[in-house]
């Protein structure tokens, strides 16, 4: 996994969650994970095809996800449901798309799978390749950013 990969992904996560916090988040320290790991009491997951291929996948405690939520609903939030959990969903959308959009600005063409929401902790998830994991700090609580991406040896060839 090129450490280039995962820059989009910050960027477009600073600035969406800039917009609902109103201030800038900060960056934890970079890590590597490895192929298989738990999650968090919410996780959302994307995938991402093209000539780079994988998943990305952003991880909240229950707590952050309805502070989250509630900042982008624009109404407090208590419990996660189904229009929390789709404003949840929705983050992982304009985060990823917002990543897509600058990894095809650097050349690499690219689409997304519709996000999905896991919710509940211990569950694991496995990617093909380790992945790239950045705590990012906001005054909402905490978001794991998770990128296992890699080139498409098939498309490149092609």
């Given at each position: 996994m090129k450490v280039d990969f995962i820059d989009p992904f910050l960027s477009a996560?600073?600035?969406?969650?800039?917009?609902?916090?109103?201030?800038?988040?900060?960056?934890?320290?970079?890590?590597?994970?490895?192929?298989?790991?738990?999650?968090?009491?919410?996780?959302i997951v994307a995938g991402v095809n093209g000539v780079i291929e994988g998943v990305s996948l952003y991880g909240m405690s229950l707590e952050s996800a309805q502070k989250i939520a509630g900042a982008m609903m624009g109404s407090q939030v208590t419990e996660l449901d189904d229009m929390a959990t789709s404003a949840i969903c929705e983050l992982g959308n304009m985060i990823t798309g917002n990543a897509t959009t600058l990894l095809s600005q650097n050349g690499y063409q690219v689409d997304i799978t519709p996000p999905s929401v896991i919710k509940g902790p211990h569950v694991e998830v496995c990617t093909k390749i380790p992945a790239l994991v950045v705590p990012v700090l906001t005054p909402l609580g905490n978001l794991e950013i998770n990128v296992a991406l890699e080139e498409n040896a098939m498309r490149n060839a092609a």
């Open positions: 996560a600073f600035t969406v969650l800039e917009m609902f916090t109103g201030e800038r988040p900060q960056r934890g320290q970079l890590a590597i994970r490895n192929s298989t790991f738990t999650t968090q009491q919410v996780t």
